[in-house]
């Protein structure tokens, strides 16, 4: 038994308790929350590039994951953010007056544990095939929990999964053709109904869009550049610096870059509820 397994069949086990205990499935979390702890502690304090085969089984038909540096933080702070999130979700989905639960609250805490389980699963996995899966779970969970606010915003995000799916090569390529082929269907279909409008404000701010994602590609790129010479004297997490480095940048350059395109009207009128 490893942590590196548990750490993505714990919240998938989760997933399946809460569909099974409805309204009930929402108290999972106070156990949720220690028990996903104390794993990703344990992980922490595994060495750097511990690997672990899922069942013993031999490649290619078992599953590698390791934990390297990267890896390890990345499960940290994703444990930490689903912690806070899910402690808000408890009043935010808690049952009415009558204790009755409402359609949002039962399907939040199954999505809930599927993206925390999906978002392990891509960090951990070292192939480009199971870190497919992982993205298809993480993008059906958040498609899904957008969907209770806008169904037009579910299938805007729904678009931009899909084309991060393109990223992928080979046989997750392969299956992403057929994923837009689906996609195609839904748009078609959002479109006739009226849910999905490619109206001149649409097409203007999908635009504004790839200037900034053009924008991002070329200051990362830049950053990538500028950092090798600083990072090549470095013995010691080497790989954690640079990651800083590529997030600090394309958080300044993508802000800075929406910032300017849609102002800050349209920013704040964003993060309004």
């Given amino acids: 038994m490893s942590p590196l397994d548990l750490l993505v069949a714990v919240p998938l086990a989760l997933m399946i308790a809460a569909v099974l205990l409805g309204s009930r499935g929402r108290l999972l979390l106070l156990a949720a929350i220690p028990v996903m702890a104390g794993l990703t502690v344990w992980l922490l304090l595994l060495p750097e590039g511990t690997a672990h085969i899922v069942g013993d089984w031999n490649l290619p038909l078992g599953i590698l994951l390791r934990a390297d540096g990267v890896a390890q933080l990345l499960v940290a702070a994703t444990s930490a953010c689903a912690s806070i999130i899910g402690l808000y979700a408890l009043r935010e989905f808690a049952p009415g007056p009558s204790g009755s639960e409402t359609a949002h609250g039962y399907a939040f805490w199954p999505l809930f544990y599927l993206l ?37 915003a579910a299938l805007q995000y729904f678009v931009v999964a899909l084309v991060g799916s393109l990223a992928q090569i080979g046989l997750a390529l392969a ?99």
């Fill in 116 to 152: 925390w389980g999906g978002a392990n699963a891509g960090f951990l996995t070292t192939d480009l095939f199971n870190l497919y899966v992982a993205l298809e779970m993480v993008s059906l969970a958040a498609v899904a929990m957008a969907a209770m606010g806008s169904l037009r």
């Fill in 175 to 273: 299956t992403a053709v057929g994923a837009w082929i689906n996609l195609l269907l839904v748009v078609l279909f959002a479109v006739r109904r009226g849910y999905l409008v490619f109206d001149r404000a649409f097409l203007i701010a999908l635009g504004k869009f790839a200037v900034a994602g053009a924008v991002l590609a070329a200051g990362l790129w830049l950053a990538a550049r500028w950092s090798v010479p600083f990072l090549a004297g470095m013995a010691a997490l080497r790989d954690e610096a640079a990651l800083g480095i590529l997030i600090v940048a394309g958080a300044l350059i993508y802000g800075g870059c929406i910032w300017l395109l849609f102002g800050r009207r349209w920013l704040v009128t964003l993060m309004r509820p």
